[in-house]
């Protein structure tokens, strides 16, 4: 009797699945800068193939294991069209021999929007001083020259709180913009900080009059808003050097102030 004996053999083999790439991109940060981005099912390196033509690529990569992956290329030129392909491991994704491009686009060229109002005068030694900007724009304040203050432009506008002056000078106040390329736009003007309170000098009065109403004059040392009370009674507002108001006088002694904003 012929037995025929069979002997299975099973072996225990691991198995091989290839790397694999995909959501191959490109984020276009600038018209010299930009950011080469994709995925992979498992941790690997990065590394870009880029050039100006299919046949002359440069390397740039990063030995990183990781599975989400991005590559920046800097020192681009503007207005120019770049090819790409990406590699991870051994395996590399060239968009099916073809390879993936990219265009930088022309250098931004445009001064950024800015626009302020500056005072020519403020009461006190500072201003504060608000406006719109392009955003992300960087904002700097100059007093005479010299930069005193800077801050970014958010949603389009900005501030600058106690921007320096010296005391009853005027000083040349200048608001620059800077955007991300460089380009700027400013706005000047002259302000006059005063720090000193307006004088009244009043043309004599009499200490006693039978008439029923004087006339009050005076000069002050600088433009201002003024007002005069008599009584406590508001009988006069009005605005410059000069004062002049018609006072109605009650029997007996009467008292009057002034008030006066420069």
């Given amino acids: 009797m012929l037995v025929l004996l069979v002997i ?19 984020n276009v940060i600038s018209s010299t800068e930009a950011e080469v981005l994709w ?9 870009v193939n880029y050039g100006l033509s299919q046949q002359g690529l440069n390397p740039v990569g990063d030995a990183s294991n990781v599975v989400q992956h991005s590559v920046g290329l800097s020192s681009l030129a503007p207005n120019t069209t770049y090819y790409y392909k990406v590699q991870s491991g051994s395996v590399t994704d060239d968009n099916a021999g073809s390879l993936y491009s990219f265009s930088t686009p022309a250098p931004d060229t445009t001064p950024p929007e800015l626009k302020v109002e500056i005072p020519k005068a403020v009461a006190g030694n500072n201003i504060d001083i608000s406006g719109t900007a392009e955003s992300g724009a960087t904002v700097r304040a100059y007093v005479n020259g010299a ?11 900005f501030t600058l709180t106690a921007i320096p002056l010296e005391s ?18 400013s706005v000047e003007g002259k302000v006059f900080a005063d ?4 004088k009244l000098e009043l043309a004599p009065l009499p200490d006693i009059t039978g008439d029923k109403k004087i006339t009050l004059t005076g000069t002050i040392s600088e433009a201002s808003s003024y007002e005069v009370f008599v009584n406590n009674q508001s009988i006069e ?19 009057g102030k002034w008030f006066g904003i420069n």
């Fill in 237 to 255: 507002k009005g605005e410059g050097t000069t004062l002049k108001a018609d006072v109605s006088l009650e029997e007996g002694e009467n008292r």
């Fill in 195 to 198: 720090t000193s309170k307006p």
């Fill in 8 to 26: 299975a053999l099973f072996l225990n083999l691991p198995i091989v699945s290839a790397l694999e790439i995909s959501n191959v991109r490109v």
């Fill in 147 to 157: 930069q005193l203050q800077s801050t970014t432009a958010v949603g389009g506008s």
């Fill in 39 to 47: 995925e992979t099912d498992e941790p690997a390196n990065s590394l």
């Fill in 168 to 185: 009853n000078l005027e000083s040349m106040v200048k608001i620059e913009a800077v955007d991300a390329s460089g380009n700027t736009a």
